[in-house]
């Protein structure tokens, strides 16, 4: 059973920083493309930013400059360095990972359960 469990989510003041963590559990073959996705209230999911595994990064132009996103292949996880957070930010805030896993041998697109990011002005 392969969960993606995301951490690091909270409330902070216009202008700080918060890091996002999310780390697939189960027996996992591969992880191809992972990225971080977020839904604000009455908005639609949108992609806030994405890597490969090779480390290729693409970001939201909302969150260029701002943002980081980075994974440790060793350890299965990604993060997002989120700085100079804006109201505009509050979100929940949605990790993704393509994963093969042992039973599903395919590329399979897995998602966590979102972690509440509120920035307060």
């Known amino acids: 059973q392969v969960q993606l469990v995301e951490s690091g989510g909270g409330l902070v003041q216009a202008g700080g920083s918060l890091r996002l963590s999310c780390a697939p559990s189960?027996?996992?073959?591969?992880?191809?493309?992972m990225g971080w996705y977020r839904q604000a209230p009455g908005k639609a999911r949108e992609l806030v930013a994405r890597?490969?595994?090779?480390?290729?990064?693409d970001y939201a132009d909302a969150v260029k400059g701002r943002f980081i996103i980075s994974r440790d292949n060793a350890k299965n996880t990604v993060h997002l360095e989120m700085n100079s957070l804006k109201p505009e930010d509050t979100a929940v805030y949605y990790c993704?990972?393509?994963?093969?896993?042992?039973?599903?041998?395919?590329?399979?697109?897995?998602w966590g359960q979102g972690t509440q990011v509120t920035v307060s002005s």
């Open positions: 189960g027996i996992i073959f591969s992880i191809n493309n």
């Open positions: 993704n990972a393509q994963i093969t896993t042992f039973r599903i041998n395919q590329a399979t697109d897995y």
């Open positions: 890597i490969t595994r090779g480390g290729s990064k």
